[in-house]
């Protein structure tokens, strides 16, 4: 083997696959974290309307899980945009709205388990309800119309059109839900369909990275030289 065919081998992987397999792993991976998040979601809608049966410490692990893993598919959506402002802000902005939701369910475990009588607990509760739904999810409707917009640029139609239409529910629902009396978060569930086709365009993105690879150097071009 000649010294430039040496230096070919030294720099550049022999297996195609295994040149491609981290790329594909990861947007597997990214997309198996949407999944996650979405039934993670699921759940928690679901035992909040009483469809599934509080056992034992279920509504503190998932409302506690519901943020991070919706932030992680945010952060997992901001390296597939165009870098920009608007972009990075739609990150913050969860960010924001992850600690502020968080705080809030703290707050409200202090209101289920204090034993200390001089707490007005009804204004802690409204104090609670305003910094997780009012002020946090606000938050996160404003980051769902940013990546929306963004998605619509990118010509990710469907996925940005449905991140859209969950700011425009989430502003209705903190507008009329009450008055309503429907139970907390329903509109939650298109958020829970979004991250499913998050998911999904995040998989698909993968496989065209695999069916597009074209490998530097193989073990028959080494040949040839």
Known sequence: MSARTSDLAITRPL???????????????EAALCWIAAAELLALILLLAGRIPNVGVLDTVLSVAAPPLCLGAFALLFTQLRPSVWAL??????????????????LQHVVFHSTNTGLDMGGLWVIT??????????????????VGYLLLGDRRNWLGGVALVNAALGW???????????????NF????????MLGISTWQRGAVAEASYRPLFTAQSADAS
Do not use: K
Request: glycine share 6%.
């Open 15 to 29: 297996c195609p696959e295994l040149a491609a397999s981290p790329v594909i792993t990861d947007r597997r991976a």
């Open 89 to 106: 802000l739609a990150l913050l902005f969860q960010v924001v709205n992850t600690v502020m939701v968080l705080t809030g369910d703290a």
């Open 129 to 146: 309800g305003a910094i997780r739904d009012t002020v946090g999810n606000n938050f996160l409707y404003v980051a769902l119309a940013m």
């Open 172 to 186: 209705l629902d903190l507008a009329f839900a009450h008055q309503l009396g429907l139970p907390p978060h329903v």
């Open 189 to 196: 569930l298109l958020l829970v369909a979004w991250l499913v």
